[in-house]
């Protein structure tokens, strides 16, 4: 495949950009009389790696859990991939089976070991068989660097470890879109790098990202497009570059003061 010619320099070549795959269109959300999301407008195009940062309590998380309806939003349309989010039911079920979540808790099933929680999801959904499931999930467990711990329970794991067996469990799925809501925030300081790793060569791989994350860093190396939140809306939208280096709020000057200062 060859890449388009006005795709930037800093994007993989194998991926075409540009074609809309998450719509968010005017979403509201109230928690109570807390307005937490307030008319938000975005579109994450395929194979784009889209991070969205702010302080605490801006919305960054409800918006986040609101793309696979895990939050349900007062008004407003989300689509996947031209699909509106169904409320409920098989429909829902069948769009979140493309929508692949990594939480800040890793989320893994305790009883089952790690290759079992990997290949849960692409037997009973997916409909693939034990073996072929298993082959897959060895393969991905490989590329996250956990594979000599498929037999492990996840109590047995370290945090980093459990998470990387967490992204795999997502990527089983062969997901349009990966979720990942704070993916690093749990984790011991030594830890948050494999994980980061793991997902920059996501990143370089062409998957299609929405990362809420505090890591700077990985804002500044993988992002296509940050997405500045202050209190319920989006303040700035542009570059790593841009924002970084010149931020165009007050309010994005001020978080960025803050945060860069430590």
Sequence with gaps: MEPTESAPATSNITVLRGEPL???SDVDKHY?????LKKINAVVNRGEVVVVIGPSGSGKSTLCRAINRLETIDAGVITIDGVKLPAEGKALAKLRADVGMVFQAFNLFAHKTVLENVTLGPIKVRGLSKAEAEKKAMVLLERVGVANQAKKMPAQLSGGQQQRVAIARALAMDPKVILLDEPTSALDPEMINEVLEVMINLANDGMTMIVVTHEMGFARRA???VIFMAEGEI???TTPEQFFTNPQSSRAKDFLSK???H
């Design 32 to 36: 109570g009389d807390l307005h937490v």
């Design 22 to 24: 998450v719509v968010i």
């Design 259 to 261: 945060i860069l200062a």
């Design 223 to 225: 992002a296509d497009r």
């Design 235 to 237: 303040v700035e939208e």
